[in-house]
């Protein structure tokens, strides 16, 4: 084999060294999108199930089977959160149960995602605006966290009116 001959071969293996290199990485760029959106949609999808949950119980304790017409008779707003008794997601039976409520769900590759859900009494026509006395709107909180969600944490937030 001449000298020529050897730096073709030289520059040949180079090339498909480089190539094989850009390769990889383009696949490995490509399984992290996929890996994040995928994250993303099951985030989502942990979020609305939350919702969909809560949105099947009454509006507060002292609400079901009753109506009122002022929001003074409504739980207390230091008070929001499972009653006496309610140890247990299953025994929850209102909106407000639910604050500070953790779920943990563990999807395979994309390990475990934490839904948190926060519920407050908010102003009625900004509920964007927190609310230091009994309102018939209350907003619910809903987090997901998960190690592929970039940016740490998907939030969604939904209001619910008596």
Do not use: H, W
Not at 17 to 44: C, H, P, Q, R, V
């Amino acid at each position: 084999m001449g000298t020529a001959q050897l730096i073709l071969l030289i520059g040949g293996m180079t090339i498909l060294g480089f190539m094989s290199i850009m390769i990889y990485s383009s696949f490995n760029d490509k399984t992290d999108f996929e890996l994040y959106n995928e994250a993303y949609i099951t985030a989502s999808a942990l979020g609305q199930s939350m919702f969909d949950r809560i949105l099947t119980k009454g509006f507060d304790q002292k609400s079901i089977g009753k109506s009122f017409t002022t929001p003074d008779s409504l739980t207390a707003v230091g008070s929001i959160g499972p009653d006496t008794g309610e140890s247990s997601v299953n025994l929850f039976n209102d909106v407000d149960d639910y604050k500070n409520y953790v779920k943990l769900d563990t999807m395979g590759i994309l390990g475990v995602f934490r839904t948190r859900v926060d519920v407050r009494y908010v102003q009625k026509f900004n509920p964007d605006n927190n609310s230091s006395v009994r309102t018939f709107t209350k907003r619910i909180d809903v987090f997901v966290t998960n190690m592929y969600v970039r940016g740490d944490t998907l939030k969604f937030k939904y209001a619910v009116t008596y």
